[in-house]
């Protein structure tokens, strides 16, 4: 491993790999309270707070509520809520596909 390597940390390779080992973990478990608890252990509070931003601003989008409307009541940036308004419309989102997960529980 040369200097280079060690300054730009893990590899987007690694990265992906890292990703889906824990989904797959969080996928076999059904016990919601020690995966809210883990999701405790493993991100920080504002780490948190930028997640549930992100989900709510998805489930607002597809409520009709408005880019403004969001940026005004979750102090966030358009950027933000355009980049996930433009994943939500995207063919095959995984986004549509988690809302349509919620609105079927």
Not at 25 to 40: G, Q
Request: hydrophobic share 35%; charged share 35%; net charge neutral.
């Amino acid at each position: 491993m040369d200097n280079n390597e060690i300054k730009k940390g893990i590899s987007e390779e690694e990265i992906a790999s890292t990703i889906k080992e824990l989904c797959h973990l969080i996928k076999k478990s059904d016990d919601e309270a020690f995966i809210y608890e883990f999701f405790n252990c493993l991100f920080t509070k504002p780490e948190l707070k930028d997640i549930a931003n992100r989900w709510l601003l998805v489930k607002e989008i597809d409520a009709g509520t408005t880019q403004r409307e969001i940026a005004n009541k979750f102090s966030m940036s358009l950027c933000k809520i355009t980049r996930g308004s433009r994943e939500l419309n995207k063919e095959d989102s995984a986004f549509r596909k988690m809302l349509e997960l919620l609105k079927n529980q």
